[in-house]
Every structure is written in structure tokens, then in C-alpha cells.
């Protein structure tokens, strides 16, 4: 039961995230890592082209006087492998005969988007179409790997499979599994670090240390922090979580050997990681960043007056505020006293784990992530948050309290609807027509960050001012409001027969 449930639980994220994927590349940041990959791919190794519409954009100067990335690699190098396939069939040229999406910062992009002018070479696009569903399967996997976290943790199919839905569904990580940023893959691999480690924590079964487990747990958090270097944040407390597993044995051979394992498989990637740095810019810690012209990193000081701002916007703003980009994480802080009574450990772990990335990022200048949907920053802490919550629905469900459950379940399918609408609507379009229209009446949008604050700018009341975002559905005779309605209807189905069915299924055991 548990491989057919985890089938149709990948099937059913894989469809619709298929279904509400871009097609192609709509901001610089992943342009860069694409064009990074590609080099890969040609046998150029991690020399990178200048975006033509964006000189200097997340590009740096090298020891060696050619231009590298600002970015970590690891993205990159996965799709390698992806270009080089879909390299040879973009020279059939097929897409002659297809509709394909324009990527923004290819060929003419952006001009041939606003200003209309006509792109007569569709190749760059072909090639970046053949790429672009790679997110929509580190997506479904993303879906995957957190049921088997929440079975591992509650031994409950059902609040697993709950859980995995509300994080599919429910959360940004729908959209951000239509574009080509790096969040979703890096998400991934800490959710694999975080699931390695769950499995040989005694709080939840009786298990022995598995060094396969801690190795792994090591090597995909370094991974993750060579795919977005804010992953870094995460080390000290799985290191703590790892200590604590290892500890439980009570023998202190276990222990050493354990953290030592854990330890040197994430210092191992971080090694690397270093190495690529000095490779390019001459220091194991240069990432480029200091050197670009356009994104470099400053950080605003702890408790200052720019950090209370930040936080606020970071949590409650209309811009980009996580509680209402994502307010169906609320959910698990309201249950989390629940949750800190069955793992109070791993509770008080999680917590401080959400606490320091919120703070990080306050103090980030770049604190709204530029041109995205929501706190793109904030992503990777989305399903710890949520993960308390199942504590509450496994009780209610043993209790069969159904009118709680119920009205939990109307609460969440508005949350679904609510990333439905985020998923049809274009939010990089968006952006780019409101800094457009600000330029045209003469007011510098982007000043004290107004573009990412002013209510009245907010996507969250006004995304369907720009076109439809997926590329399937832009073959769909309807408005994106009628869209909007259908996926509310259908999901109220599929929620409806979900708990009846969960109902049946409950009383029969009685």
C-alpha cells in the first residue's frame, strides 16, 4: 500500500506541476545558471556568456580574466547532462513547428515580450523549452521525499499523505516547481539530510546508527548548500540533530564514529565547493558575489531599524510577506505545542532551525529576492513549519473528530486555491510591467524597496494583470479568472472525496 500510495502521490504532483510549468526561463538568476550548465555541456567547463540585455548581472571576473558565475554550481551540473541530450534534437529544428514560450533573457527576449519586436531565431528558446520541466521533477520529488519524512516521523499513511499534499498544493513550492530557480532543488536535498537522519532517530523506531545514513545526510546538505550557499544556515543544526541521534545509543563509540561520518561527508562537499571558488576567483571563500556589479551582498545589522522592516515584509507584507504567500504554514505554528510534547527535542530543533533563517534573512539586503513570487528566501523552512501540524490531524483523526477536520480542510482548500492562482498567473511579467509603468510617471520604484511593499503593487490582488504564466494552458480558450474557478471546483471535489473516503475508511475500523 505504501509504494502505490507513494506512486499516485508523485504521479499527481508530477501532473500538475507539469501542467502549471513556464517553459522556458524567465528571470537572470537562472539564465545564468542555464548558461553556466550549458558551457558545462559544450566541454567549456564553468566559463559563462554575459546576459546581452544585463552586462555584469550575476557574472564576475576571474583569476584567469574570464567570466564566472556568482552562483553555486550544483544546479548547473545536473543539467548539464539534460543539455547535451536535448542539444542535437534542437538541431532537427523542430520547434519550426511548434508554439514555443520566449525566455526572457535569451536572443531578443524581453524586447520581443514588451516591446514586441519580432524574434526571428527561436533556437536559444527550443533549447531552454527541452530543459525547463527539470524543476518540475525535483518538484513531484520534493512532494515525495516529504511523505516519507512525515511517515517516518507520525507512522500514519494518512497524515502523510495529508501533509504532502499541503506542501505540494498549498505552499509556493507549486510555483517555484513551474520556474527554473534553484530553491526547489536545494529544498530537495535538505529535505534528503534532514529524512537520512530522521530514519535512524530512536524518538520515532527502534533503529542502530546507520553511518549509510549519516553519509548521506552529510553529502546532500553540502550539496544543497553548492546548489544556494543559504543552505549553510542548516549545518549547525542538523549537526546538532546528528549529534543527537548518535548519542542515543549510548556508546560512545557510536557517537564519535557517527559525527565523524556526518561531519566529514558535509565538509567534504564544502571542500569542493571551496575549491571551485579558488579555482575561479583565487579564494576558497570568494563566491563571487563582491565582485559583480549588480548583486552583491550586504547585510543590514542585527535589531537594526532595516532589519524590523525586513522581518515584517518578510512575514506580513503584501509584497512579500510568507503568511500570506503561504498562510497555510500557520497552521503548524498554532499546533505546534502539540508536536513539541511528542518530539520535544526535534521540536525545539525545528524551531530554532525557522528562527535563525528568518533572521539571516532579515538582515539580508536582498532580504525579497528580487523579481519572484513571495519570500523566495524562505522556501526552504516551508515544510519544517508545516510538519508540526501533523501531530494535531493524526489525533483528530484517531479521535475522529470529523467537524475540526472539516473545517481544517476548508481552510486549506483556500490555501490550494490561493497557489492555484499564483500557479496561472506570470509573476516575472508581472514585476517587469509595474517597474515599467513606475518608469513612465518617473517614480524609482525600487527606492526604499517600494516596488516589493506598496500594497497596491501586490501580485496577490492584482497577478492577473499580466499574461498567463504555464505554457499548456496558454492553449486554453478561457480567462485566467475562469481557469481560477475550475481549479477551485476541482480541487473541492478532490477534497471532498478525500475526507469522505478517509471517513469510510475510519468508521469501518470501529
Known amino acids: 500500500m505504501k509504494r502505490k500510495t507513494l506512486l499516485y502521490i508523485f504521479i499527481l504532483a508530477l501532473s500538475v506541476y507539469t501542467l502549471t510549468s513556464y517553459g522556458g526561463i524567465r528571470c537572470p538568476d537562472s539564465e545564468v545558471v542555464f548558461r553556466v550548465a550549458e558551457s558545462i555541456a559544450d566541454g567549456n567547463g564553468f566559463e559563462v556568456r554575459d546576459l546581452e540585455i544585463w552586462p555584469g548581472f550575476g557574472v564576475a571576473r576571474g583569476k584567469d580574466g574570464k567570466l564566472y558565475t556568482s552562483y553555486p554550481p550544483f544546479e548547473s551540473i545536473l543539467l548539464a547532462p539534460f543539455?547535451?541530450?536535448?542539444?542535437?534534437i534542437n538541431e532537427t529544428e523542430w520547434y519550426k513547428e511548434a508554439t514555443i514560450p520566449i525566455s526572457h533573457f535569451a536572443g531578443k527576449g524581453i524586447g520581443a515580450v514588451f516591446l514586441g519586436i519580432p524574434e526571428a531565431d527561436f533556437?536559444?528558446?527550443?533549447?531552454?523549452f527541452s530543459v525547463s520541466f527539470f524543476n518540475v521533477v525535483i518538484g513531484a520529488l520534493q512532494v515525495l521525499l516529504f511523505w516519507l519524512i512525515v511517515f517516518k516521523i507520525f507512522q500514519n499513511?494518512?497524515?502523510?499523505?495529508?501533509?504532502?499534499?499541503?506542501?505540494?498544493?498549498?505552499?509556493?513550492?507549486?510555483?517555484?516547481?513551474?520556474?527554473?530557480?534553484?530553491?526547489?532543488?536545494?529544498?530537495?536535498?535538505?529535505?534528503?539530510?534532514?529524512?537520512?537522519?530522521?530514519?535512524v532517530d530512536r524518538s520515532f523506531q527502534q533503529s542502530s546508527i546507520s553511518h549509510k545514513s549519516l553519509l548521506i545526510s552529510g553529502l546532500s546538505l553540502g550539496l544543497a548548500v553548492a546548489t544556494h550557499s543559504t543552505a549553510l544556515a542548516f549545518a549547525p543544526f542538523f549537526g546538532l540533530y546528528a549529534l543527537y541521534c548518535c548519542w542515543q545509543s549510548r556508546k560512545s563509540k557510536e557517537l564519535v564514529a557517527g559525527v565523524v561520518v556526518w561531519s566529514a561527508s558535509l565538509v567534504l562537499i564544502l571542500g569542493l565547493f571551496g575549491y571551485y571558488n579558488y579555482y575561479?576567483?583565487?579564494?576558497?571563500?570568494?563566491?563571487?558575489?563582491?565582485?559583480?556589479?549588480?548583486?552583491?551582498?550586504?547585510?543590514?545589522?542585527?535589531?537594526?531599524?532595516?532589519?524590523?522592516?525586513?522581518?515584517?515584509q518578510?512575514?506580513?507584507?503584501?509584497?512579500?510577506?510568507?503568511?500570506?504567500?503561504?498562510?497555510v504554514v500557520i497552521l503548524g505554528l498554532v499546533t505546534w505545542h502539540r508536536f513539541h510534547k511528542f518530539a520535544p527535542f526535534l521540536s525545539i530543533l525545528l524551531m530554532a532551525t525557522v528562527f535563525a533563517r528568518i533572521i539571516f534573512i532579515s538582515c539580508f539586503e536582498m532580504w525579497h529576492a528580487g523579481f519572484c513570487l513571495g519570500p523566495r528566501y524562505l522556501l526552504m523552512i516551508v515544510p519544517f513549519l508545516i510538519l508540526p501540524f501533523g501531530m494535531w490531524l493524526?489525533?483528530?483523526?484517531?479521535?475522529?473528530?470529523?467537524?475540526?477536520?472539516?473545517?481544517?480542510?476548508?481552510?486549506?482548500?483556500?490555501?490550494?486555491?490561493?497557489?492555484?492562482?499564483?500557479?496561472?498567473?506570470?509573476?516575472?511579467?508581472?514585476?517587469?510591467?509595474?517597474?515599467?509603468?513606475?518608469?513612465?510617471?518617473?517614480?524609482?520604484?525600487?527606492?526604499?524597496?517600494?516596488?516589493?511593499?506598496?500594497?497596491?503593487?501586490?501580485?496577490?490582488?492584482?497577478?492577473?494583470?499580466?499574461?498567463?504564466?504555464?505554457?499548456?494552458?496558454?492553449?486554453?480558450?478561457?480567462?485566467?479568472?475562469?481557469?481560477?474557478?475550475i481549479g477551485a471546483l476541482l480541487w473541492l471535489a478532490a477534497v471532498v472525496v478525500w475526507m469522505n473516503r478517509i471517513r469510510r475508511k475510519d468508521l469501518q475500523l470501529v
Open 83 to 88: 543539455i547535451k541530450i536535448a542539444k542535437p
Open 123 to 128: 533556437k536559444p528558446h527550443a533549447l531552454r
Open 157 to 199: 499513511e494518512t497524515v502523510a499523505t495529508a501533509l504532502a499534499a499541503v506542501f505540494g498544493f498549498a505552499t509556493m513550492a507549486w510555483h517555484y516547481s513551474g520556474t527554473f530557480m534553484s530553491e526547489p532543488l536545494a529544498t530537495l536535498l535538505v529535505l534528503l539530510s534532514f529524512y537520512s537522519l530522521v530514519k
Open 280 to 312: 575561479r576567483f583565487g579564494s576558497f571563500f570568494q563566491m563571487g558575489h563582491s565582485l559583480t556589479v549588480y548583486n552583491q551582498v550586504n547585510f543590514a545589522q542585527p535589531f537594526s531599524t532595516a532589519f524590523w522592516s525586513s522581518l515584517y
Open 314 to 327: 518578510l512575514l506580513f507584507g503584501y509584497g512579500k510577506g510568507l503568511f500570506l504567500f503561504s498562510p
Open 394 to 485: 493524526k489525533e483528530q483523526l484517531e479521535k475522529q473528530r470529523w467537524q475540526s477536520l472539516y473545517v481544517v480542510a476548508v481552510g486549506i482548500w483556500l490555501c490550494i486555491v490561493e497557489q492555484t492562482y499564483f500557479a496561472i498567473g506570470e509573476i516575472f511579467f508581472y514585476y517587469q510591467m509595474v517597474k515599467d509603468n513606475g518608469v513612465r510617471v518617473g517614480v524609482d520604484l525600487f527606492k526604499d524597496d517600494l516596488i516589493y511593499i506598496d500594497k497596491n503593487l501586490s501580485p496577490l490582488f492584482h497577478l492577473f494583470e499580466a499574461p498567463r504564466a504555464p505554457y499548456l494552458l496558454t492553449f486554453v480558450p478561457l480567462s485566467s479568472e475562469a481557469l481560477l474557478i
